[in-house]
């Protein structure tokens, strides 16, 4: 079966750090591209990461950028993203998805409050 | 970045009558090799996103074929024939055109009457 979950996720405090996983089965994570979805409470998905296929280039949603870091590891069929300096506007359901976007994992909830 | 607008907001339909989202782009979809990418996502309550039509048209397996969906350049619309009680969600719109970053529609939430 073709999967992704993701893990990781939790509550942190403002100006906190975590780092979420995906991990893959049932299919090659390293012949893609992955990225990841966010999508706050109520509110459409949003875009925050791309990262290629051997890990050595991402790109980020300008909201994040110096902030996140999009990481992967293929031997271990996961991709990371690591997230510094949060602030409450970080709160969502965080998705990671292959392109052609026909694969997206359950999610994981990150929420960041004090 | 692409703005990708969608139409009703909501929706509201009896059981068996159709429905149909329009959602328009502020840029063409069509991609240098004739390709327009352009995705209708699922959301049901609760879950996570799920590709129905990938390419304009084209339904992904086990996807019914009261879906369907049609349009071109900046226009686009996703219709179901007869809706039934597990089509209740939300659905967006997707282009993945131009990236980074994929832009998604603000979504149309469907209700049964």
């Known amino acids: 079966e073709v999967k992704l979950v993701e893990s990781g996720g939790g509550l942190v405090q403002p100006g906190g750090s975590l780092r979420i996983s995906c991990v893959a089965s049932?299919?090659?994570?390293?012949?893609?591209?992955a990225f990841w979805v966010r999508q706050a409470p109520g509110k459409a998905p949003v875009w925050v990461s791309r990262?290629?296929?051997?890990?050595?280039?991402?790109d980020y949603a300008d909201s994040v950028k110096g902030r996140f870091t999009a990481s992967r590891d293929n031997a271990k069929r996961t991709v990371y993203l690591q997230m510094n300096s949060l602030r409450a506007e970080d709160t969502a359901v965080y998705y990671c998805?292959?392109?052609?976007?026909?694969?997206w994992g359950r999610g994981t909830m990150v929420t960041v409050s004090s | 970045d692409v703005v990708m607008t969608q139409s009703p907001l909501s929706l509201a339909v009896t059981l068996g009558q159709p429905a149909s989202i329009s959602c328009k782009s502020s840029?063409?979809?069509?991609?240098?090799?004739?390709?327009?990418?352009l995705n209708w996502i699922q959301q049901r309550p609760g879950q996570s996103p799920r590709r129905l039509i990938y390419?304009?048209?084209i339904r992904d397996s086990g996807v019914p074929d009261r879906f369907s969906g049609t349009g071109s350049a900046t226009d686009f619309t996703l219709k179901i024939s007869r809706v039934e009680a597990e089509d209740v969600g939300i659905y967006y719109c997707?282009?993945?055109?131009?990236?980074?970053?994929?832009?998604f529609g603000q979504g149309t939430r469907l209700e049964i009457k």
């Open positions: 998805a292959i392109p052609p976007f026909d694969i």
């Open positions: 049932g299919f090659a994570l390293s012949e893609y591209w």
């Open positions: 990262i290629n296929i051997d890990g050595s280039s991402a």
């Open positions: 840029q063409t979809l069509e991609y240098s090799d004739g390709n327009v990418y």
């Open positions: 390419e304009v048209s």
């Open positions: 997707m282009q993945g055109t131009h990236w980074p970053p994929i832009t």
